[in-house]
């Protein structure tokens, strides 16, 4: 499914990611001469755990699922890679292999960036060193975090925190209602069950709750958030 051109939406998510915006025309340019398209179906696996570091990636499409599976068998989701986000780097920089599994969420495209590309960008550009200390430091004050919401925070706030995060990431306002904004990624709740640390049971238990209230509807394409800003005071009232 490879492609050698980036629609124009996906070239705008490329461009618009918050990191990538920080980096100097220059760089930037350098970093898109090399880079190549991918595109992925729905569940294909786009990396593997165990796997030497080939290719840094960028998600300019649909979903980038980062999984696990545990001793028993059980596949873990971890987390999911928006539109804009770059990742893949870290096994290129410690020279280890890659710690988890990465699959095509939905239909996916990917820009990539090979491994000895990667070095030669690092190497001509002093940028780039600074940029990468900033956004593995970014990453780490997220994990950080997310370990404090999930040893402090109820599931109820947790689960508004995320809906949030999917809103943001993925939000499609509402045709019929302005004040509606569906979110576009589909999850199934145990998925979603598994971002925060939960079981399905009692996600569901919050979720139907938030409907009782009317936050949020649950349809069976997804999610559509109906009132943000009671969602906004649920993830901010244990803070």
């Known amino acids: 499914m490879d492609d050698p051109i980036l ?35 729905d569940g294909t696996l786009i990396c593997a755990r165990g796997e030497p570091p080939e290719e840094w990636i960028a998600c300019a499409k649909g979903a980038v699922r980062v999984s696990s599976t545990s001793i028993s068998g059980k596949l873990i989701t971890l987390t999911y890679v928006e539109p804009g986000i ?12 890659r710690t988890h599994d990465a699959y095509a969420h939905g239909e996916t495209t990917i820009l990539c960036v090979s491994k000895a590309d990667f070095k030669k960008i690092l190497a001509t550009h002093a940028e780039f060193s600074e940029a990468m200390l900033r956004l593995h430091a ?6 950080y975090g997310l370990v404090e919401d999930l040893n402090t925070l109820p599931l109820r706030a947790r689960l508004a925190k995320q809906l949030l995060h999917l809103v ?11 004040q509606e904004i569906r979110i576009g990624l ?27 209230e009317e ?23 244990d803070h």
């Not at 925060?196 to 938030?210: C, D, I, T």
């Open 86 to 97: 770059w990742f893949g780097d870290v096994a290129i920089l410690d020279g280890d292999r």
């Open 215 to 237: 936050i949020i509807r649950i349809e069976p394409g997804g999610l559509v958030v109906r009132d943000r800003p009671t969602l906004l005071r649920i993830a901010e009232s």
């Open 138 to 143: 970014r990453r780490i004050r997220q994990l």
């Open 186 to 212: 589909q999850l199934a709740q145990e998925e979603l069950a598994q971002l925060l640390g939960a079981s399905r049971q009692r996600v569901n238990q919050e979720l139907k709750a938030m409907e009782r």
């Open 7 to 41: 629609t124009i939406e996906e070239r705008e998510a490329i461009n618009s990611g918050r990191w990538f915006t920080s980096l100097s025309p220059s760089l930037r340019h350098d970093i898109l001469r090399c880079a190549y398209v991918k595109r992925y179906k």
């Open 168 to 178: 943001r990431s993925y939000g499609v306002p509402s045709l019929s209602d302005a």
